[in-house]
Nanobody
Framework: QVQLVESGGGLVQDGGSLRLSCAGS????????MGWFRQAPGKEREFVAA????????YYADSVKGRFTISRDNAKNTVYLQMNSLKPEDTAVYYC??????????????WGQGTQVTVSS
């Protein structure tokens, strides 16, 4: 089992940057893929980025490609999401998840509680 705790959310201006962290517990953390998803008010949860178990492969939603970077440090049981050039439409609750290397939420078994990101215009 993997437990996940996100941090690093907050309020930032249009064009600003934030780095989200997701700390995992459990001996299986380094053997599972990790993903970031987000959910804005009134909208469905959507895929943001994913990284495979050793960090050798990453995948991004078109809406964040070139602006966001996902990475992981298995020695620290932590996955990161560096978000640059933020836009108001990036405002959402961001969730990290552990599971299979896919861009569909149904393939992820464990979820964090979420962290709020708000981008002001």
């Amino acid at each position: 089992q993997v437990q996940l705790v996100e941090s690093g959310g907050g309020l930032v201006q249009d064009g600003g940057s934030l780095r989200l962290s997701c700390a995992g517990s459990g001996r299986t953390f380094s053997s599972v893929a990790m993903g970031w998803f987000r959910q804005a008010p009134g909208k469905e949860r959507e895929f943001v980025a994913a990284i495979n178990w050793n960090g050798g492969s990453t995948y991004y939603a078109d809406s964040v490609k070139g602006r966001f970077t996902i990475s992981r440090d298995n020695a620290k049981n932590t996955v990161y999401l560096q978000m640059n050039s933020l836009k108001p439409e990036d405002t959402a609750v961001y969730y990290c998840a552990a599971g299979r290397y896919r861009w569909t939420s149904t393939y992820y078994d464990y979820w964090g509680q979420g962290t709020q990101v708000t981008v002001s215009s």
